[in-house]
């Protein structure tokens, strides 16, 4: 079965501080992706990776990087946290259908 | 770039009648158009896609028909039951597998008993 994994379903975390969101897709696809929910706005697109070490901005890249060291793992770096960073993070791999992970909901206080 | 409007944004229907998402899209390259449904605390899966060669596509309850000269394709749930109740997204690429994947802001879906 296939599987993208999150490495937290809920963070809670100080204005501030670096916040690192894991995401590891077992299916060795290339696309990998991060994307932000939020009530009202759908799901938008912050970065993407078409291989390692390869990025790529998306709609709101402003405040987050992102590290592809390994083909199955990417990464989701908040530098510097701030409360309008609180929101539910949603991470995908891609082959011909995208295939999402459970989310990590993470509040920043 | 592509732009994807979806909806209505919320549907309530009672168990047993139909559900009814449309989705417009704008760039008219696009060629792939899928169809995801999150459920509550999960992320979202892929339920039904369409490519631009085909008009309808059906699948048991669900089905989703595509007018690429007016740029829109909807979702349709027949005989709705409250399993089917959840937040169900329209995107858009230029072909499977495109990393240019564009979603629609989701339409939450309640099914009533």
């Known amino acids: 079965d296939v599987k993208v994994t999150q490495s937290s379903r809920y963070l809670v975390k100080r204005t501030g501080e670096k916040v690192f969101l894991e995401c590891v897709q077992d299916?060795?696809?290339?696309?990998m992706f991060w994307y932000r929910q939020d009530p009202g706005l759908g799901l938008r697109l912050i970065y993407f990776?078409?291989?390692?070490?390869?990025?790529e901005k998306g709609d709101i890249p402003e405040g987050y990087s992102v590290s592809r060291e390994k083909k199955e793992r990417f990464s989701l770096i908040l530098e510097s946290a701030s409360t309008n960073q609180t929101s539910m993070y949603l991470c995908?791999?891609?082959?011909?259908?995208?295939?999402f992970g459970q989310g990590t909901r993470l509040t920043v206080v | 770039g592509e732009n994807v409007e979806q909806h209505p944004s919320t549907l309530s229907v009672q168990e047993g009648d139909s559900a009814v998402i449309k989705c417009t899209y704008s760039?008219?390259?696009?060629?792939?158009f899928p169809w995801y449904k999150q459920e509550l605390g999960k992320g979202p899966q892929l339920i039904i896609d369409?490519?631009?060669?085909?008009g309808e596509k059906k699948d048991q309850r669900i089905a989703v028909t595509l007018n690429k000269t007016a740029k829109h394709f909807s979702l349709h749930i027949t005989e709705t039951q409250p399993e089917d109740s959840a937040v169900y997204f329209c995107?858009?690429?230029?072909?499977?597998?495109?990393?240019?994947?564009?979603f629609g802001k989701g339409t939450k879906l309640s099914v009533i008993p």
């Open positions: 995908a791999s891609l082959n011909t259908e995208a295939f």
């Open positions: 299916m060795d696809h290339e696309n």
């Open positions: 990776s078409y291989d390692v070490k390869m990025k």
């Open positions: 760039d008219s390259a696009s060629n792939y």
């Open positions: 369409i490519r631009s060669n085909v």
């Open positions: 995107a858009a690429s230029r072909e499977a597998g495109s990393y240019q994947l564009t």
